[in-house]
């Protein structure tokens, strides 16, 4: 049974930082690319990061270049999402995805093979 478990997430003011962490289970962590989308009340699912098997290659959403990195520790099955300078539009649900036919760029993925339950995320003004 695969198993994505998001943590880290909390409530934070503008201009603070969080890491999240997705710990993978039931799967083989090294073959999957893994990826960070959010979802805020009301809106579509957007992408957030997304970073390659080995880990060489990422890709962060132009909104959040210079403000969010993303890495992984395929020893750990784990992928991190480092969020600093956050803003209050930055407040939404972060979900973990995992998906074996994607690659870093936002529309090379479709529905993800594995989702987490997602982490709440809220930047206070």
């Known amino acids: 049974q695969v198993q994505l478990v998001e943590s880290g997430g909390g409530l934070v003011q503008a201009g603070g930082s969080l890491r999240l962490s997705c710990a993978a289970s039931?799967?083989?962590?090294?073959?999957?690319?893994m990826g960070w989308f959010r979802q805020a009340p009301g809106q579509e699912r957007e992408f957030v990061a997304a970073i390659s098997r080995g880990g060489l290659n990422t890709y962060i959403a132009d909104s959040m270049k210079g403000r969010f990195t993303i890495s992984r520790e395929n020893a750990k099955n784990t992928v991190h999402l480092q969020m600093n300078t956050l803003k209050p539009e930055d407040t939404a649900v972060y979900y973990c995805a995992a998906d074996r036919r994607a690659s870093v760029v936002p529309n090379s993925w479709g529905p993800a093979d594995y989702w987490g339950q997602g982490t709440q995320v809220t930047v206070s003004s």
């Open positions: 039931g799967l083989t962590f090294s073959s999957y690319v």
